[in-house]
């Protein structure tokens, strides 16, 4: 599917590598992987101590942005996307 621009500027803004935060009232932890000189990249958050996955592949390709969310809603994953913050003095590393 083709994300909205601001999913598509969340999954850019989180840190590279794992992160714990917050979203809707639950703590999570976040890994976010980059490949192809940060053309793709993979995200997998887990609610700590409880149920919740969310799991997602982003491709930035010349006909456009497009996000794949693994065995789960589209919507599970923006909504995800558009409530997580990390924790405090955790940022996004420079891709190398």
Do not use: W
């Amino acid at each position: 599917m083709t994300p909205p621009g601001d999913v598509v500027a969340r999954l850019a803004a989180l840190p590279i590598g794992t992160s714990t935060g917050t979203a809707h009232g639950r703590r999570y932890v976040a890994t976010r992987s980059i490949f192809n000189n940060g053309r793709s990249a993979k995200l997998v958050a887990e609610e700590l101590g409880g149920p919740d996955y969310i799991s997602l592949n982003f491709y930035d390709l010349a006909a456009g942005p497009l996000l794949y969310p693994c065995e789960m809603p589209a919507e599970k994953v923006m909504a995800f996307l558009r409530g997580y913050q990390p924790d405090p003095g955790q940022t996004e590393v420079a891709a190398s």
